[in-house]
């Protein structure tokens, strides 16, 4: 037990000094949506908020809360409002960003192995234009992508192991950014004028290891996503252009520690950080780290 600490701890060292991106476009973050407790509560509450650090020098502060109503052992709702505020060299952005509706359903438990299912959306509070004095702003200092998104996804439990895949598709874009590097004085970050993204497929696989008193868990995992194409944008001269390097693959490692205060409940700390990336991420959610911590509240 102690060697695979060690060996987490390591490895979240070493990521962390190399890193040069981490990606959550909401696909990353809907996990819970395949956990519950509907044997014991009907409800839960989780008020959380999320630190990170993204390209140059940009400072995150993304509080969020969600709600989620279990109607039975199969069939449960989950509500999540968040907000975003990013710090850099542009000045200070603070706004509302997305809501998302997930709905969960799990299937019989047979020989210690158990599927779900989940299907959701994502509505943006914005349309990704958020600007400082007037001045328009890359996708780093925005809360939303400003993007409607479908997302699919299946969960299989085994003892100790959990594996999930989903897909996040744009289904509407309303993204209207008018941001151009030609006009703001910094080759920091790309043009992203009424910015269109690609859609995400997720693989992620999760080991839970519980201390005896019970009173611990803690989950490793790893996140690999594939963006499915190249984003795009209108130039200077009103075409539609590629952003060359920005489809492909992102794998990102998480630790997630859980100390369980009673029945009712816990307090949650996750640290993520990226070991592989995208050429180009003009989405601005590239982060160096993350570091969050939840408090869950079950009645």
Same mark, same amino acid.
């Given at each position: 037990m102690k060697?695979?600490?060690?060996?987490?701890?390591l490895?979240?060292?070493?990521?962390?000094?190399n890193a040069q991106g981490?990606?959550?476009?909401?696909?990353c973050?809907?996990?819970?949506?395949?956990q519950?407790n509907a @044997?014991?509560?009907?409800?839960?509450?989780?008020?959380?908020? %999320?630190f990170g650090?993204g @390209?140059s020098?940009?400072?995150?502060f993304?509080?969020?809360v !969600?709600y989620?109503?279990?109607?039975?052992?199969?069939?449960s709702l989950?509500?999540k409002?968040? $907000? !975003?505020?990013?710090?850099g060299s542009?000045?200070?952005?603070?706004?509302?960003?997305?809501?998302?509706? %997930?709905?969960?359903y799990t299937?019989k438990e047979k020989?210690?192995?158990q599927?779900?299912?989940?299907l959701?959306?994502?509505?943006?509070?914005n349309t990704?234009n958020?600007? %400082?004095?007037?001045?328009s702003l890359?996708?780093? =200092?925005?809360s939303?992508?400003?993007t409607?998104?479908?997302f699919?996804?299946?969960?299989?439990?085994?003892?100790?192991?959990?594996?999930?895949t989903?897909i996040q598709i744009?289904?509407?874009n309303?993204?209207k950014?008018s =941001?151009?590097k030609?006009y703001?004085?910094?080759?920091?970050?790309?043009s992203?004028?009424?910015?269109e993204r690609?859609?995400d497929?997720?693989?992620r696989?999760t080991?839970?290891i519980?201390?005896p008193?019970?009173?611990?868990i803690f989950?490793?995992n790893?996140?690999?996503?594939?963006?499915?194409?190249?984003?795009? $944008?209108?130039?200077?001269?009103?075409?539609? @252009?590629?952003?060359?390097? !920005?489809?492909?693959?992102?794998?990102n490692?998480n630790?997630?520690s859980?100390?369980?205060?009673n029945?009712?409940n816990s307090?949650?700390?996750?640290?993520?950080t990226?070991?592989?990336?995208?050429?180009?991420?003009?989405?601005?959610?590239?982060r !160096?780290?993350v570091?969050? %911590?939840?408090?869950?509240?079950s009645?």
């Amino acid at each position: 037990m102690k060697n695979l600490f060690f060996s987490v701890g390591l490895l979240f060292m070493v990521a962390l000094t190399n890193a040069q991106g981490c990606s959550d476009a909401g696909i990353c973050s809907i996990g819970h949506g395949f956990q519950s407790n509907a @044997e014991i509560f009907k409800n839960n509450i989780e008020v959380a908020t %999320i630190f990170g650090a993204g @390209e140059s020098d940009v400072k995150y502060f993304s509080p969020f809360v !969600s709600y989620t109503r279990n109607f039975n052992e199969r069939i449960s709702l989950s509500t999540k409002v968040t $907000f !975003s505020t990013a710090n850099g060299s542009f000045g200070t952005r603070s706004s509302f960003g997305d809501a998302y509706l %997930i709905g969960n359903y799990t299937f019989k438990e047979k020989n210690k192995k158990q599927w779900s299912t989940m299907l959701g959306w994502k509505f943006p509070f914005n349309t990704s234009n958020l600007k %400082i004095n007037g001045y328009s702003l890359p996708m780093d =200092y925005q809360s939303s992508l400003g993007t409607f998104d479908l997302f699919l996804g299946t969960n299989f439990k085994y003892k100790n192991w959990d594996f999930n895949t989903a897909i996040q598709i744009p289904v509407f874009n309303n993204n209207k950014n008018s =941001y151009f590097k030609e006009y703001s004085g910094t080759d920091d970050f790309p043009s992203t004028n009424l910015f269109e993204r690609r859609s995400d497929a997720l693989l992620r696989a999760t080991y839970s290891i519980k201390t005896p008193n019970q009173k611990f868990i803690f989950k490793p995992n790893i996140l690999f996503i594939y963006h499915l194409g190249e984003d795009s $944008f209108e130039n200077i001269f009103g075409e539609r @252009e590629s952003i060359i390097g !920005s489809d492909g693959l992102t794998i990102n490692g998480n630790l997630v520690s859980s100390y369980i205060i009673n029945v009712q409940n816990s307090v949650e700390l996750s640290l993520a950080t990226p070991f592989v990336v995208r050429d180009v991420r003009p989405d601005g959610l590239t982060r !160096s780290f993350v570091a969050g %911590i939840l408090y869950k509240y079950s009645f």
